[in-house]
């Protein structure tokens, strides 16, 4: 497809991960410029940079800190005095299972600093961009999760960050961006189980891909390609120009019931 995206740039978040590197890839083939953020995995991030055949920078910054990202913005900016897009996709998930009466506060204010606080800072950089250097178009594409759309058990910090960027500020910062950029637009992709280094281990049981499966028309797991795609998508005014506000799931049409018993 050609998303009319060439030349653009664009930042990525968490862009060392299996969601983030693929969107990176992605972007690249339709030959926009990268700014690839990442937190601890430095190698991971430049491997990936090297890789791409387009203009691209490697920075890090923790999002949960207000200095750390407008380092990271003020680094964006100086290879590309203009950003055009932003893929929040950033975030942790705490893999043990913890019912909410037993979760400590260090746990919730973790997953809240790094999932929700990370996306109002990195979201708020982009405006205050916007702010400063107009234009006609802007994209947001924010990354939550199925967690956002059917709670997940054991996991309410995940679930309330990733509700709280899909519903809030998915469907207010669409009517704050156009102030900015009258045909800018901020949208919400919502994947559920996705095979990427982090799932693989506990997909690598046929049970397990069973009983995750076990809700989704689609018995699959995304690829990390299913879920870029969707991002560049909804990244281009070209594709997605009309839509803003959406909530996009990408779950192998995923529901809150069982819908297959074997």
Excluded at 2 to 23: H, K
Excluded at 87 to 93: D, E, L, Q
Excluded at 234 to 245: E, F, P
Aim: charge should be neutral.
């Amino acid at each position: 497809m050609d998303a009319g995206i060439s030349d653009r740039a664009f930042l990525v978040t968490g862009a060392a991960g299996g969601i983030g590197a693929e969107t990176a890839r992605a972007f690249a083939s339709e030959g926009a410029k990268l700014v690839l953020h990442y937190h601890r995995n430095r190698a991971g991030a430049e491997a990936l940079a090297k890789e791409l055949s387009v203009p691209s920078i490697v920075v890090s910054a923790d999002v949960g800190s207000e200095a750390d990202v407008d380092r990271m913005y003020a680094e964006a900016l100086s290879a590309f005095p203009r950003i055009d897009g932003v893929v929040v996709n950033a975030g942790i998930w705490i893999a043990d299972e913890v019912p909410l009466h037993r979760m400590t506060v260090a746990q919730w204010e973790k997953t809240m600093e790094t999932d929700l606080t990370g996306a109002f800072l990195t979201s708020r950089g982009f405006l205050r961009h916007l702010a400063d250097v107009p234009r006609e178009e802007a994209s947001i594409v924010f990354v939550a999760s199925t967690a956002a759309l059917f709670g997940e058990e054991n996991h309410t910090d995940y679930s309330a960050a990733k509700a709280a960027m899909a519903y809030g500020m998915t469907r207010s910062l669409k009517n704050e961006i156009v102030r900015l950029a009258p045909r800018g637009r901020v949208n919400c992709v919502c994947p559920g189980w996705v095979m990427t280094p982090m799932a693989a281990e506990s997909m690598a049981d046929p049970s397990a891909v069973k009983r995750v499966t076990a809700t989704m028309a689609l018995r699959k797991i995304a690829t990390p390609e299913d879920v870029a795609r969707s991002i560049v998508f909804l990244s281009s005014s070209r594709l997605a120009g009309h839509l803003s506000g959406t909530i996009l799931p990408l779950a192998g049409g995923m529901e809150g019931r069982w819908l297959h018993r074997h």
